[in-house]
């Protein structure tokens, strides 16, 4: 078999359209109209649920058709604001995991566009730089000013464009609007060769905060089987972490994290399709993390659940760094297995 032909133009127009959108946990508004606007044309049917889930269906219709949930989440790490200085300077706290060597020196934006520089206090020792040493400069002059543009509780994100280095592509919040692409590059290749089942896109709200949108779509889907597509982190820099994952590697099939151990059947069926059709693809064991199946199998009764994950360099930081034929290797193995019997029960 040959793997799913995907069209990497495409894909990596959608990862530098999807990428820079506005929609940090609870505030995914802007990213959710754009995902809705693309995902229209290629499904049956969209909504969205309570928390602010968007849930894409595409009906297979076949008999011993599954209900499928496949997520990706759309909200992205960012900053809140918990107090303005008479100065017109705000300090904030964290929205998901924010580090301060990180944030400092950054431009950051709120929705309606007010950018701002994240500068810190005159410090004694480097290690003194934390997070409630670190404020954000809008240029207002006075909290009046400032009070114009942001009040206690607005978020800001960072402002990046996703450019191309190499072979890869870089910017802020790859994690995980990469895999929201990629579940728009699999509606496509559904419309070309179907699914015989259900399947139930969900572009998820707050996992940064703690996989909690998913929680409540699975319950409301109820599916028999899920998959999740998120970024990874790798082992491939200098003196980096040792994990196996690779930028270039191709699509990381999950074996576990901190949690989900990825159920048997759903692991051999992910390497069986992508050894059968040729597909790029390497094992990963992350011993911290999580994502949105994490969650979803965890539902009412229990779903099995898998994770395809795509290699990403500098996680959490406006610089992540990915490898579009990753990207790709996923949304095709994702495709494939969506068209397989996906038995369900014990293993
Ligand atoms: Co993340
Ligand atoms: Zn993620």
Known sequence: MNPPT??????????????????????????????????????????????????????GGASGARRVMVSAHMDEIGVIVTH??????????????????VLLGQRVMFDDGTVGTVGSEKLDDP?????????????????????????????AVYAQDVRA?????????????????????????????????????????????????ARTAAYAIEPDVAFAVDVTATGDIPKGERLAVKVG??????????SLITHPRLRRLLIDTAEACGIPYQL???????????????????????VISIPTRYLHTPGEMLDPHDVAAAAALLAEALRNPLAVGPD
């Open 6 to 59: 995907i069209d990497l133009t495409r894909l990596k127009s959608l990862i530098a359209e999807l990428a820079p959108a506005f929609g940090p946990s609870g505030e995914e508004g802007p990213i959710r109209e754009l995902i809705a606007a693309r995902v229209r044309p290629l499904v049956d049917e969209v909504r969205t649920d309570a928390l602010g889930n968007l849930i894409a269906v595409k009906r």
């Open 84 to 101: 303005i200085d008479d100065d017109g300077f705000l300090r904030f706290a964290p929205v998901g995991a924010m580090r301060a060597p």
């Open 127 to 155: 290690k003194d730089l934390k997070l409630d040493r670190l404020f954000i400069d809008i240029g207002a002059a006075s909290r009046k000013e400032a009070a114009e543009r942001v009040r206690i509780g607005s978020m």
């Open 165 to 213: 280095a190499g072979r890869c592509l870089t910017g802020k919040a790859l994690d995980d609007r990469s895999g929201c692409a990629a579940l728009i590059e699999v509606m496509h290749q559904l419309q070309a060769e179907p699914s015989p089942h259900d399947v139930y896109f969900v572009f998820s709200v707050q996992e940064e905060v703690g996989l909690r949108g």
């Open 249 to 258: 590697g191709g699509a990381a099939i999950k074996i576990k994290d901190r």
């Open 284 to 306: 990963e064991v992350l011993p911290y993390g999580g994502t949105d199946a994490g969650a979803v199998h965890l539902t009412r009764a229990g779903v099995p659940s898998g």
